[in-house]
C-alpha cells in the first residue's frame, strides 16, 4: 500500500499526537510552524519553521509533502486554497472557512435542523440594543477564539458600559445555556457513510477551559443516540474526511444543543488513546491517508485530566500507577491557562 507523506500545519500538543500516531504506521510527517519551538518537531521527521503566509516557506512545505493536514482551525482560508491547489488538503478548506466562523457555523448547524443556543451578529454597539432577550449571554469574537479567549459575559446592558470592546472585530453573541453538562462526540469519517464514532465523552470546563473527560458519559439513551446522530449529520453534510469533533450542552431540561464543531483531533478524544484499539489521532492519520479502516474497539473506561501551567512541575517527577498514562507536551515554557499536559487514568 502507498504511503503518503503527511503534512501537518501547526506544531503544539495535537501536531505531536497526530506525529506520534503517523509514526506507528510508519507514515512520515512534516511538521509546518510559526513557532521555531514547536514541540511537534520532536516527533516529525521534518520541520518547516515560517509564518503561515510566507509563500518561500508555503512551498518549501508542500514540496515535501504528499497530503496535508492541520491540527488548528486558525489558518487563513486563502494560504489552505492555495496549498490546495497542489497538494490535497484534508479536511478540505471549505469545511475550514465554515467551522472558523462562528456564525458561519451556528448558521450552517441550524441548517440542518439541529439545535444551537439563540445567536445575533454583532458588529457595532446599537446593536445589543434589539438583542436583550439573548441575555445573559456571551459576546464572543466571530473568528479566532479557544480556550474561553475573546469571550466576554454579558449580564445586562448597563454592564457593556464598563468593559472595552473593539465592536469591528465582529461578535455573535449567544444566549447563555443553563447547563447541566457537556459532552462531546468524535467521529473519524472516511467516505460516503464510512465512519467510525467514538461513544459520548462528559466534559468538564472550568473558566472556559476544559479540565477533564470521561467516559462513559452519564446520560440518557436519547442523549446518547440524539448526539450521535447529529455529528454523524454534520460529518456526513461537509463530506468530512478525517477526525471530527462536536461539542455539545445539555441543559436542566435535558435539551441537546450543538455547541460547536472543531474540524480537528480534539482535547476531549485524548482518552481514546489508552481507551480504544485505534486512537482519534490514528483515525485521522488512516483517513486522510487512506489507509484501511479498522472497527473500533473499546478496551476500558477512562478519565482524563488536563494539566495546566505550573500544575505540570510535580507531574514531571511522579512515579505513575499502571492504569496511569502521563503525557508532557515538552512545552518550552509554562504560562498561566496554558495546556501543559495531560494524564489518562484507565478505569475498570
Ligand atoms: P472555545 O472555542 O473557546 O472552546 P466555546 O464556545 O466552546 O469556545 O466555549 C467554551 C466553554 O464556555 C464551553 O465549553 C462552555 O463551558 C462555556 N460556554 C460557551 N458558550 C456558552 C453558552 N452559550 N452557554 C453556556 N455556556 C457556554
Ligand atoms: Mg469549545
Known amino acids: 500500500m502507498f504511503k503518503p507523506t503527511l503534512g501537518i500545519i501547526g506544531g503544539g500538543q495535537l501536531g505531536s499526537m497526530l506525529a506520534i500516531a503517523a509514526n506507528k504506521l510508519e507514515i512520515k510527517t512534516v511538521i509546518f510552524c510559526d513557532d521555531i519551538d514547536a514541540p511537534a518537531q520532536k516527533f516529525s521527521n521534518d520541520f518547516v519553521h515560517g509564518q503561515y503566509n510566507d509563500q518561500n516557506k508555503i512551498k518549501e512545505f508542500i514540496s515535501k509533502v504528499d497530503v496535508i493536514t492541520y491540527e488548528f482551525e486558525n489558518i487563513p482560508y486563502e494560504t489552505l486554497n492555495e496549498i490546495n491547489r497542489i497538494k490535497p488538503v484534508l479536511p478540505k478548506p471549505s469545511v475550514n472557512r465554515i467551522i472558523q466562523h462562528r456564525l458561519a457555523e451556528k448558521d450552517f448547524i441550524n441548517n440542518l435542523n439541529i439545535r444551537t443556543t439563540r445567536y445575533a451578529s454583532i458588529e457595532k454597539k446599537s446593536e445589543m440594543d434589539s438583542v436583550e432577550d439573548l441575555l445573559p449571554g456571551l459576546l464572543k469574537t466571530v473568528t479566532m477564539g479557544y480556550d474561553g479567549k475573546g469571550q466576554h459575559p454579558v449580564h445586562t446592558l448597563e454592564s457593556l458600559d464598563s468593559i472595552d470592546i473593539d465592536y469591528s472585530k465582529g461578535y455573535i453573541l449567544e444566549k447563555l445555556v443553563k ?16 465512519y467510525e464514532i467514538y461513544e459520548p465523552i462528559e466534559n468538564v470546563h472550568e473558566d472556559q477551559i476544559l479540565r477533564n473527560s470521561k ?47 472543531a474540524p480537528r483531533v480534539h482535547n476531549s478524544g485524548h482518552l481514546t488513546i489508552n481507551a480504544y484499539n485505534v486512537s482519534q489521532f490514528e483515525n485521522h492519520v ?50 498561566d491557562k496554558r495546556k501543559m499536559g495531560h494524564l489518562t487514568t484507565l478505569i475498570s
Open 179 to 194: 447547563l447541566k453538562k457537556e459532552i462531546s462526540i468524535i467521529i473519524t469519517r472516511f467516505s460516503n457513510q464510512k
Open 215 to 261: 467516559i462513559p458519559a452519564e446520560i440518557s439513551d436519547k442523549i446518547l443516540n440524539q448526539s450521535k446522530l447529529w455529528a454523524t449529520q454534520i460529518a456526513e453534510e461537509l463530506k468530512y474526511v478525517g477526525t471530527l469533533c462536536v461539542e455539545f450542552f445539555i441543559d436542566r431540561n435535558d435539551n441537546l444543543y450543538v455547541n460547536e464543531i
Open 286 to 335: 488512516r483517513a486522510v491517508c487512506k489507509l484501511e479502516q479498522i472497527p473500533l474497539q473499546k478496551k476500558s473506561n477512562a478519565e482524563m485530566l488536563n494539566i495546566i501551567g505550573d500544575q505540570i512541575i510535580p507531574y514531571r517527577n511522579k512515579k505513575f500507577a499502571e492504569n496511569e498514562f502521563f503525557f508532557d507536551y515538552l512545552k518550552k515554557d509554562i504560562k
